[in-house]
């Protein structure tokens, strides 16, 4: 089975950091859904909370705040 190539700056389970421009900035999250809409694209985000296998989701997260993770360590 080959894998789907989206029309999407990020593809699902790509790990990102999104950054919501107000100094609320999440690293390490990973794209769980890619979703189109006329001219806008948006990603649901996997954010890791808790202990290692506690996660919540961000539902339709827009495309401007998703970014490539940060190299900070």
């Not at 389970?13 to 609320?24: L, R, T």
């Not at 900035?25 to 694209?41: H, I, M, R």
């Amino acid at each position: 089975m080959s894998e789907t190539t989206l029309p999407s700056a990020h593809q699902i389970g790509a790990i990102v950091d999104v950054d919501f421009q107000n100094s609320k900035y999440l690293k390490e999250c990973q794209v769980s859904a890619v979703k189109f809409t006329e001219g806008k694209v948006f990603y649901d985000i996997k954010v890791p909370v808790g202990s290692i296998n506690d996660f919540a989701i961000l539902e339709n997260v827009d495309s401007k705040c998703v970014v490539e993770p940060a190299d900070i360590n």
